[in-house]
């Protein structure tokens, strides 16, 4: 799912593209369930219910709602902003995961990786390293800005914030609320994060970066509807 495709209103819950053992071992079936079937549903739910008074936001995707804060009535803005955050997340979230596939980028995002961080090790490294560090809950990013000549970098968020909102195109991104890997990590989050490579959906990072190019090239990237 691109972005500019967000699920329309009413929101709802994506289906998981793999079962819910897919991934184990790196995230535990009741894991993957949880997050998935009560997390992601509950920002859902919050997001619908918010915008039941105000017929005219309905049609809104949960980006357009991100990018727009003016058009959302104060008195909804932070809990849209919140749960239009973690609909739009989880959605990314769940496609940047796989049971197969390459395990290291490809072509023009390896190339792209190499020219930024050195070498996909380094890389890696520096990516764990933001997301251990990150207090609190959040996300730790991989985005290519327009403001930084299409350069790869990396970020963190706070809450269900997105990069978008900043103008950058998320490339690859994980979920580091302790909900995301609590009941088999506990409070290790740098094993989550080492574990992690071993379901990073490399395919679908490859494509988001591929179809960043056009993108990249103004202050509206990523934001077209
Ligand atoms: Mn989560």
Known sequence: MSLKNAVQAPHRLPALPYADSALEPCIDAQTLRLHHDEH???YIEKLN???EPYPALQ????LALLLDPEAVPQAIRAVVRNNAGGHLNHSMF???MSPDGPRAPRGPLADAIVRDFGDFERFKTRFAEAGET???SGWVWLTRSADSGRRLKICTTSGHDNPVRQGQVPVLLNDLWEHAYYLKHQNRRGDYLQ???TVTNWAEAERRFEQSADAADGPHIGARR
Do not use: K, M, Y
């Not at 049609?59 to 949960?62: K, L, P």
């Open 40 to 42: 992601h549903r509950s």
């Open 49 to 51: 219910q918010a915008l």
């Open 59 to 62: 049609g809104r995707t949960a």
């Open 94 to 96: 769940w496609l940047a």
């Open 134 to 136: 990150q207090f609190g």
């Open 195 to 197: 574990d992690w490579w």
